[in-house]
């Protein structure tokens, strides 16, 4: 996936972020021989390396470890970019979350959806008492700084806040690195214990959350932004799991939607359509389930 930095809701995101504290995100990416054109395209190594240049100048230069959980947008919708208005449209919670994490490449290609998928992911799966909300960040050629995880987790806490007027308590949050001296800045930002040394990060929220509506649903909105939102992913390439919702979405109406047929609709074979699907960490059962789920969900509301 190669877009430019100015469509990227994740870059505007933590460059308001970085100026609140004082720090130039630009003078600083310069500093470090990175001082990419914004409407330059960057691909997503080249694009995860600046992100990782920019975290490790960020706790250089305040000494501050936790710097992550502090630097959260004024305005947290902006790291939703053009999801803003598919998401504000979604009748609750649940509905808003599975459609973020349908189109998080839309967000940053550094991030995508997905269950099992080894590299970056951000997937919902609901247990016994809580929804789990997965976030693995892909590498470039540098490491991950754990300061980007505590970022994006801090905005998503603090953006859910901003869609339904109330704050949502993770019941537990597992983090993938090892636990600091002091866990407090951590413990405080999320409202939960934090489980650190974890295998992924993982955010777990109380089912009961999920069914908290928000104020701006608007169905005819919503189906309106989602062809939208589903031919800019088209466009960009970077996320087949949106273009087969969109073939789904039409052919549902029609019967049983068979995968040679939407694969026939997009120009590949079967076997070339499940692979980018499995890329992606889902299957085409999945999101024949989801698909039709959501469609039932649209009726009922209308």
Same mark, same amino acid.
């Given at each position: 996936?190669?877009?430019?930095?100015?469509?990227?809701?994740?870059?505007?995101?933590?460059?308001?972020?970085?100026?609140?504290? /004082?720090?130039?995100?630009?003078?600083?990416?310069?500093?470090?021989?990175?001082?990419?054109?914004?409407? @330059?395209?960057?691909?997503? @190594?080249?694009?995860?390396?600046?992100?990782?240049?920019?975290?490790? =100048?960020?706790?250089?230069?305040?000494?501050?470890?936790?710097?992550?959980?502090?630097?959260?947008?004024?305005?947290?919708?902006?790291?939703?970019?053009?999801?803003?208005?598919?998401?504000?449209?979604?009748?609750?919670?649940?509905?808003?979350?599975?459609?973020?994490?349908?189109?998080?490449?839309?967000?940053?290609?550094?991030?995508?959806?997905?269950?099992?998928?080894?590299?970056?992911?951000?997937?919902?799966?609901?247990?016994?008492?809580?929804?789990?909300?997965?976030?693995?960040?892909?590498?470039?050629?540098?490491?991950?700084? %754990?300061?980007?995880?505590?970022?994006?987790?801090?905005?998503?806490?603090?953006?859910?806040?901003?869609?339904?007027?109330?704050?949502?308590?993770?019941?537990?949050?597992?983090?993938?690195?090892? =636990?600091?001296?002091?866990p407090t800045p951590w413990e405080t930002?999320?409202?939960?214990?934090?489980?650190? /040394?974890?295998?992924?990060?993982?955010i777990e929220l109380p089912l009961a959350?999920?069914? %908290?509506?928000?104020?701006?649903?608007?169905?005819?909105?919503?189906?309106?932004?989602?062809?939208?939102?589903?031919?800019?992913?088209?466009?960009?390439?970077?996320?087949?799991?949106?273009?087969?919702?969109?073939?789904?979405?039409?052919?549902?109406?029609?019967?049983?939607?068979?995968?040679?047929?939407?694969?026939?609709?997009?120009?590949?074979?079967?076997?070339?359509?499940?692979?980018?699907?499995?890329?992606? /960490?889902?299957?085409?059962?999945?999101?024949?389930?989801?698909?039709?789920?959501e469609l039932a969900q649209r009726y009922?509301?209308?």
């Amino acid at each position: 996936v190669v877009v430019p930095l100015s469509q990227l809701s994740a870059f505007k995101a933590m460059k308001d972020g970085f100026a609140q504290r /004082g720090l130039d995100l630009s003078g600083i990416l310069a500093e470090a021989g990175l001082n990419p054109d914004p409407n @330059e395209s960057v691909d997503a @190594e080249h694009l995860a390396d600046i992100f990782s240049v920019a975290w490790d =100048a960020a706790v250089a230069r305040t000494g501050d470890p936790a710097i992550g959980l502090a630097l959260c947008p004024r305005q947290p919708l902006i790291g939703l970019g053009s999801l803003s208005s598919l998401i504000l449209s979604a009748p609750d919670l649940r509905s808003g979350l599975q459609r973020m994490a349908r189109y998080t490449s839309l967000i940053s290609p550094t991030t995508s959806i997905g269950m099992d998928m080894p590299s970056t992911s951000v997937g919902m799966r609901v247990d016994q008492d809580a929804c789990r909300i997965t976030l693995r960040i892909s590498a470039g050629k540098l490491a991950v700084p %754990q300061q980007r995880y505590d970022f994006m987790a801090a905005t998503f806490l603090k953006g859910m806040f901003w869609l339904i007027g109330e704050k949502v308590t993770p019941l537990r949050v597992h983090h993938p690195y090892a =636990a600091p001296a002091d866990p407090t800045p951590w413990e405080t930002a999320f409202g939960c214990p934090v489980l650190f /040394g974890a295998a992924a990060f993982v955010i777990e929220l109380p089912l009961a959350a999920l069914d %908290q509506p928000f104020p701006t649903s608007d169905p005819t909105v919503g189906e309106m932004c989602e062809r939208m939102v589903a031919q800019l992913a088209a466009e960009q390439g970077g996320c087949i799991t949106a273009r087969v919702r969109q073939a789904l979405m039409q052919l549902i109406a029609k019967g049983d939607p068979r995968r040679e047929l939407v694969a026939a609709t997009l120009c590949m074979s079967e076997r070339t359509l499940q692979r980018r699907l499995t890329e992606e /960490g889902t299957s085409f059962i999945e999101l024949v389930d989801d698909t039709r789920r959501e469609l039932a969900q649209r009726y009922f509301v209308n």
